[in-house]
């Protein structure tokens, strides 16, 4: 894992100032790559590629970039890992393609895997998570490529004269003539979804490389000009093929779907530096635990976070897990003081805004896992693959009930639900838990019914769940001038003709957007921030190609989700110990915001600080805020996201 960082400027330019620009931007990304930096330049064509190193195959200078290729056309910035790299090298071999290797590291397989098959067909081939700058000296072209599902960031755009890209927003900041405007479309999404979707970035100027695409710039290309990124994978067309080769036989796929995830697991553990997994206790990350000490003829090092909080903490049931599957394992114990030492942190962890809550916890399990490893497996990814959110069981179901009700009728009905105040609802269903049916009881079930509130109205299955995936339903009402635009993974989901199963539409919606832009990248920062590399066994690509084939009832049935994973963890591990209402990696938020971080809500949020600062409509903030303090209401997630917010703006906008 590493930092990349790179500027083009057409025409060519002087050595020296290019060497410069590319030291000064690479040098933002040393968390990401604390072993090593070098700097390649090419003044005649105009091109500078920085690297940041975190090794992890081929701690020799063998491995060492930005990587040339032997014959001299090609040179690499490259970030991330290609796990099925030897079988490539194998390949090359049969075929007579392969160099005199001058070392094991993946990226020199990655240059003559481009060599022999060309960048789309080779990116194809590859298995793995990586974003990367290629110089094509023969073409005299730059192209920049994302793995398929975005696992590894990139972003790009122009500064000056110059077209620059980075993994991390702060590198294109540290350029000579960064001068980017605000993009309130970018915000006002955020306020939507707590993150910014792709291809926009919170700078109007700057984008992001859609996951499973490449684009390229020709060295003579026109200052400004922004050529439209080529998809190599379609994770969409996977999916709408998958409905016409279902499988058929349960038995198969459950021996199916634990051969493929083991391949995956095996491959993402090679390594030359120490290796563990992060352990929350739930279905996703005890499988890919479970499976992984299977391999391993040694205890595997397992992390987990806990908290005080009643409804939050989950690091006892991670113990019990990983006391019955015998890892080594270590657990942290955190307050409100743990995480307020993490927010001051947050603006330049992810240099956008970014809502998402759960960046505390995993920053904080990524922490602690990087003090006794350098590489940690997760199990991120089986719940968009494998329909593991509430809101999957609950989709099609409340949209097949409110579709037969009348508009008065919802009406009503919102309103009442909305009336429900959210502590009593969750204190009624705690006392009522032991009585109820494993398939209604929920964590937090106030807050379940606030959202259920908020989609009454709905008028298609899409329609409801854009809703349940929304923070803020009416965004524009929240940001000054706000107005959203239709994101990357928006228009795949519009462009889709055929009519695919209901569960299936709604678990790829996650994927290209959720997933990609939330998930991956809160974890890649986050671990990031600490030198630490991630893998994500469930997004190998034998794992996802299998998922798009798998029937949805064998993905949520009885009401629950997962049911295939289940059935996979089962063989290891009790279901007694699995079986728990979800919880999700989360702080308790609402109550810190009303408790510890109460003053510095306060604060970021008075009204006229708000008013100076412009982003969002001061009354609305007011409301919201007055509503939550009161008890009356749950807005944590809400005002964290204007919080957030304002903290970046503090950051990065300051001056």
């Given at each position: ?29 040393q ?9 390649w330049t090419?003044p005649?064509s105009?091109?500078?590629f920085?690297?940041r ?10 491995g ?17 890992e ?14 007579g393609?392969?160099p005199n ?11 003559y895997?481009?060599?022999q ?29 994302r ?7 990139l ?6 004269r ?12 540290a ?15 955020f306020?939507r979804?707590c ?11 700057i ?5 499973g ?24 067309e ?13 038995a ?9 995830l ?11 530096v ?6 929350s ?8 635990v479970?499976?992984?000490?299977k391999q ?10 806990g ?14 897990v ?5 890892t ?6 955190v ?5 307020m ?13 970014f ?6 916890p995993?920053h904080l ?9 350098t ?8 719940d968009e ?16 009930r409110?579709s037969?009700l009348s ?9 009442t ?6 502590e ?13 049916p494993k ?64 569960l ?13 832009d939330?998930?991956?990248q809160?974890v ?5 921030s ?24 064998m993905?949520i049935r ?8 289940r059935q996979?963890l089962y063989?290891h591990?009790p279901?007694a ?12 938020l ?22 100076q600062q ?7 903030v007011?409301?919201?805020?007055h ?12 005002l ?16």
């Amino acid at each position: 894992m590493c930092g990349i960082a790179g500027l083009l400027r057409p025409g060519g330019g002087d050595a020296t100032t290019l060497t410069g620009i590319a030291v000064v931007m690479t040098a933002t990304l040393q968390h990401r790559g604390p072993d090593a930096e070098n700097i390649w330049t090419d003044p005649r064509s105009g091109i500078a590629f920085g690297h940041r190193r975190l090794a992890i195959l081929d701690l020799t200078e063998a491995g060492a970039q930005p990587m040339k290729s032997e014959c001299g056309r090609f040179t690499v910035t490259f970030n991330g890992e290609i796990y099925n790299h030897l079988d490539i090298r194998k390949e090359l071999e049969v075929l007579g393609a392969a160099p005199n290797w001058r070392g094991h590291s993946d990226t020199e397989t990655l240059l003559y895997a481009i060599r022999q098959w060309g960048i789309s067909d080779a990116m194809n081939r590859f298995v793995g998570m990586f974003a990367l700058a290629l110089w094509d000296e023969a073409r005299q072209e730059l192209t920049l490529c994302r793995d398929r599902f975005g696992e590894k960031p990139l972003f790009y755009g122009w500064s000056g004269r110059d077209l620059v890209f980075a993994s991390e927003l702060k590198a294109l900041a540290a350029h000579p003539d960064w001068s980017p405007i605000l993009n309130r479309s970018a915000l006002t999404s955020f306020m939507r979804y707590c993150y910014v979707p792709a291809p926009q970035t919170i700078w109007s100027d700057i984008r992001k490389l859609p996951p499973g695409s490449s684009v390229t710039f020709a060295a003579g290309s026109t200052v400004g000009e922004m050529p439209q990124p080529v998809q190599y994978w379609s994770h969409k067309e996977l999916v709408i093929a998958g409905q016409n080769s279902r499988i058929d036989s349960e038995a198969d796929a459950i021996v199916e779907l634990e051969h493929l995830l083991s391949q995956a697991i095996d491959r993402q553990c090679l390594s030359d530096v120490p290796l563990g997994a992060f352990l929350s206790g739930g279905v996703d990350s005890s499988t890919i635990v479970a499976l992984m000490q299977k391999q391993s003829p040694q205890p595997i090092r397992t992390f987990t976070i806990g908290f005080s909080e009643g409804g939050f903490d989950e690091a006892s049931e991670a113990r019990d897990v990983a006391r019955h599957l015998g890892t080594s394992h270590t657990e942290l114990y955190v307050d409100a003081k743990a995480a307020m030492d993490v927010i001051p942190m947050l603006p330049r962890m992810y240099d956008e805004p970014f809502g998402d809550s759960s960046q505390i916890p995993t920053h904080l399990v990524a922490s602690l896992a990087r003090q006794h490893v350098t590489v940690a497996l997760s199990g991120d990814a089986g719940d968009e693959l494998f329909g593991g959110y509430n809101r999957h069981v609950w989709g099609t179901k409340l949209n097949a009930r409110l579709s037969g009700l009348s508009k008065p009728v919802r009406s009503v009905l919102g309103a009442t639900l909305a009336a429900v105040a959210p502590e009593p609802a969750n204190t009624i269903v705690q006392l009522l838990e032991p009585v109820l049916p494993k398939s209604l009881r929920t964590r937090r079930a106030g807050d379940q019914v606030a959202k259920i509130a908020r989609i009454v109205g709905a008028q298609s299955l899409d329609d409801l769940y854009r809703l349940l995936c929304s923070i803020d339903s009416t965004p524009s009402d929240s940001v000054i001038q706000g107005d959203e635009k239709a994101s990357w993974a928006d228009s795949e989901m519009n462009a889709i003709a055929t009519c695919l199963d209901p569960l299936d539409r709604m678990t790829l919606a996650d994927s290209l957007s959720y997933l990609s832009d939330d998930i991956l990248q809160k974890v890649d920062r986050a671990a990031m921030s600490v030198s630490l590399e991630t893998r994500v066994p469930f997004l190998d690509k034998n794992v996802v190609e299998f998922s798009a084939r798998v029937p949805p009832s064998m993905k949520i049935r009885n009401g629950r989700g997962k049911w295939l994973i289940r059935q996979v963890l089962y063989k290891h591990v009790p279901a007694a110990l699995i079986d728990r209402p979800k919880t999700g990696f989360s702080i308790p938020l609402d109550q810190w915001l009303r408790g510890p971080l109460k003053s510095w809500v306060y604060d970021l949020l008075a009204p006229e600080r708000l008013r100076q600062q412009g982003l969002f409509n001061p009354a609305r903030v007011e409301l919201m805020l007055h509503q939550h303090m009161s008890g009356r209401r749950n807005h944590g997630y809400w005002l964290w996201n204007v919080l957030m917010a304002q903290a970046w703006h503090d950051e990065w906008c300051a001056n």
